[in-house]
């Protein structure tokens, strides 16, 4: 399998997966590919920005060609781009606690600190903080910051 970034006629850029190099090929020349925000089938690979990381440096560096294009020129015609940027937003101004989130979340309630974190956490850890009064929101995307990268 071969993943490419893609993107459409309206500079919208997603992934895609293949089984190979020619099979995009084909079924691009096909028309089979189209863009899963605007169903554009006008479809090329999208120049992708260098991601950098330092040595020993686990964290993916963000690469600004993978979001959105709504979302780089700050337009908000699109939901998705709006939902993504509202996210991005909100994880700038939280702490990334990766598979600490239940415990962290616990222990913010229980100090009363005012503090933002975000993370990931498991569908039961998730409802026992909710049924124990501690406000959690499940995230539409993939934090930047995730602890598997
Ligand atoms: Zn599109």
Known sequence: MIVFDLQCGNAH??????????????????????????????????????????????????????????LASGGTA???????????????????????????ARAIHDSGEARAIHGEATVTEARALIEDGIGVLPLPFRPLARSDA
């Not at 997603?14 to 995009?24: K, L, M």
């Not at 939901?79 to 994880?91: I, N, T």
Request: aromatic content about 8%.
């Open 13 to 70: 850029v997603f992934e895609a997966w293949f089984g190979s190099s020619s099979d995009y090929e084909s079924q691009r020349a096909r028309g089979l590919i189209a863009c899963p925000l605007c169903d554009d089938a006008s479809i090329a690979k999208a120049v992708m920005a260098p991601a950098v990381a330092a040595k020993g440096n686990r964290r993916d560096v963000a690469a600004p060609a993978r979001e959105p294009a709504a």
């Open 78 to 104: 699109e939901p998705m781009a709006a939902l993504l940027k509202a996210q991005r937003a909100m994880e700038a101004q939280s702490d990334y606690v990766g598979g600490r989130f239940a415990a962290e």
